[in-house]
């Protein structure tokens, strides 16, 4: 369903991806480890066009697109097909949650204000925030907002949510109910880009597991292939320095 | 010789000043109706680097920044009727320059120095929005435009409300200095009732109490505004 061919992109000097591929099929749970600056926030932010990309191909579904040069229109169609959740949520300040929810849905998506309201509770019916409509991020806890920040993406109903370290800003007590919000939209077939550092994720939910390093693919494989059989030694490395001591027993 | 403040002529004197008030509010809104949505177009351009219009909102900026507003006065006064004439006899247009009323030479540096001071205020103010809230707005599908006008400036007034307010206030005062062009405003109303009798004390105390009350009206109105337009930060849940 999504495509990505050898996509390039420097900052200044600073090479970050040094040609990456992907390839993620509808339904697929796809999450991306590695060490920080690896590029695996950059390759999702390239694939919504937050960056600009220096080369490299999208083609999603039947749209095809060069991620450098792509037109106005091809950026608004791709990004009529993806979700965003954000490291730092990045709701919108000035909205209540509702609000922020219904927003893409009433301006950026046309939908009548009344359907989207009702596709707005739901959403955060769905995140476990039926009491929060009316709250605004500032009263809301990280967790919270995040959850708000998914169910913004949810709403929207895209054939892919991408998430850029969804847990990364959030204190320890408050990542178990993100994830578990994550896995339950998991569990309902969305399709999903995750980059986490969270190991447990990978290992339960994700289909699919691609281990960047300096820009490029590393390995690939099943969550099994990666963690329990990884052929690189970089990813055995990187493994062990993220994962318990005593992770042979956990396995 | 009387002694003390004459108080017929001060109460008198205030409402003349008084009816100098809609002059002062004239070019006071005029010069913000140019200066608030040429202030917020040429921040635009130098937080988003645009060529050319960055370096030229920049120059303009120091410009006026740094050169009193008596002294603009007085150039444009004296050189703008001096232009206009040129251009009059050239084109064999039968205007009298001198006819001109003073209000358009106070519309022009008034619009002029605002719109330098707007543009400060709008460029801190937006950077205070985080770009995540611009990223986030694409990501939903909306565009640039529309992410500045519902998520953006919404924010970013919040932050310039109280520079907006005290650069209003100063455009206030510095009208005031209109009477160097002979603008019929509060200041030049009220020190002509006081050349005939002299009562020059009781002209500036008028002055000072009209400004006064106006100020704090406008500060008030804007303090009623700006509590309206952060409820988002402080509600109560």
């Known amino acids: 369903m999504l495509k990505i061919n050898d996509i390039h992109k420097s900052f200044g000097k600073n090479e970050i991806l040094k040609g990456v591929d992907l390839s993620i099929d509808k339904g697929d749970v796809v999450v991306i480890l590695g060490p920080s600056g690896s590029g695996k926030t ?5 694939i919504n066009f937050l960056e600009r990309a220096d080369s490299g191909n999208a083609t999603f579904g039947d749209l095809q697109v060069n991620l450098h040069d792509a037109s106005k229109k091809d950026i608004h169609a791709i990004r009529q097909k993806t979700a965003f959740v954000f490291q730092n949520y990045n709701l919108f300040n000035n909205k209540t949650a509702i609000e922020n929810v219904t927003e893409g849905l009433i301006i950026g998506r046309k939908i009548p204000k009344a359907d989207a309201i009702a596709i707005g509770k739901k959403a955060l019916d769905k995140v476990g925030l039926s009491d929060k409509y009316d709250s605004y991020p500032s009263q809301l806890s990280g967790g919270q907002q995040q959850r708000v920040g998914i169910a913004r ?16 800003a959030l204190d320890p007590e408050l990542v178990g109910e993100v994830l578990t919000v994550m896995k339950n939209i998991a569990n309902e077939g969305t399709t999903m880009l995750v980059v986490t550092h969270e190991m447990s994720f990978a290992k339960d939910v994700a289909s699919h597991v691609i281990f960047m390093d300096g820009g490029v693919v590393v390995e690939e494989g099943s969550s099994h292939d990666i963690f329990v059989s990884p052929k690189e030694e970089r990813t055995k490395k990187f493994l062990k320095r993220v994962l318990p001591e005593d992770y042979t027993f956990y396995i | 010789m009387s002694e003390g403040l004459n108080y017929t002529f001060l109460i008198d004197t205030f409402f003349v000043a008084l009816s100098g008030v809609p002059i002062t509010l004239f070019v006071t809104i005029v010069a913000l109706l140019v200066a608030l949505p040429l202030g917020f177009l040429l921040a635009l351009t130098r937080i988003n680097q645009v060529p050319v219009l960055n370096w030229f909102s920049r120059i303009y900026v120091s410009f006026v920044r740094g050169t009193p507003i008596i002294i603009q006065i007085f150039i444009v006064y004296a050189s703008v009727p001096l232009i206009l004439s040129l251009f009059f006899n050239r084109y064999n247009i039968n205007i009298n320059v001198y006819d001109i009323n003073p209000i358009w030479y106070a519309f022009i540096v008034f619009s002029f120095s605002t719109t330098a001071i707007l543009i400060e205020v709008f460029r801190s103010a937006l950077s205070t929005v985080n770009k995540g809230q611009l990223e986030a707005a694409q990501s939903v599908g909306l565009s640039n435009f529309q992410a500045y ?21 100063n455009l206030i ?51 009623l505004y700006e509590k309206r337009l952060r409820r988002y930060k402080y509600a109560s849940a």
Do not use: W
């Open chain 2, 173 to 223: 005062k510095a009208t005031s200095l209109g009477y160097a062009m002979s603008l019929q405003e509060i200041t030049l109303k009220a020190k002509v009732a006081a050349n005939a009798g002299y009562n020059y004390v009781e002209a500036y105390i008028d002055i000072f109490l009209v400004y006064i009350i106006l100020c704090s009206l406008v500060e008030y109105g804007f303090k």
């Open chain 1, 153 to 168: 993406a949810v709403a929207l109903n895209p054939d892919i949510i991408l998430f850029d370290e969804p847990t990364s």
């Open chain 2, 149 to 169: 006008r519902r998520i953006i400036i919404p924010q970013a007034l919040v932050v310039a409300m109280p520079n907006i307010c005290t650069a209003t206030v």
């Open chain 1, 42 to 46: 950059t390759l999702l932010r390239c």
